[in-house]
């Protein structure tokens, strides 16, 4: 069985930094893409942050610039690095993957991100 374990999430202040981590369990096989989605209160799922196995990324507009993702030298890692933080980015992060055989998304549990103004 998958597991996604997520990590690195916290309080902190307007403009600080922070790095999430998420480490998978199990199979990587046919693992597609790894990534981060957010929920804030009240708020839909957005997607973040997103990292192919072939290290192609995409990024939300309101994070582009300012969150770098990237994939551990195990396989099965992927970091958040999460810079000039704003309130706005208040959240509960998840980790996801994507497979391909069979198609399917794991998630993680979710870490809460915090920001104070």
Do not use: H
């Amino acid at each position: 069985q998958v597991q996604l374990v997520e990590s690195g999430g916290g309080l902190v202040q307007a403009g600080a930094s922070l790095r999430l981590s998420c480490a998978t369990s199990g199979t990587i096989f046919s693992i597609n893409a790894m990534g981060w989605y957010r929920q804030a209160p009240g708020k839909q799922r957005e997607l973040v942050a997103t990292i192919t196995t072939g290290d192609t990324t995409n990024y939300a507009d309101s994070v582009k610039g300012r969150f770098t993702i990237s994939r551990g030298n195990a396989e099965n890692t992927v970091y958040l690095q999460m810079n000039s933080l704003q309130p706005e980015d208040t959240a509960v992060y998840y980790c996801y993957a994507y497979y391909v055989v069979p198609p399917r998304i794991s998630w993680g549990q979710g870490t809460q991100v915090t920001v104070s103004s």
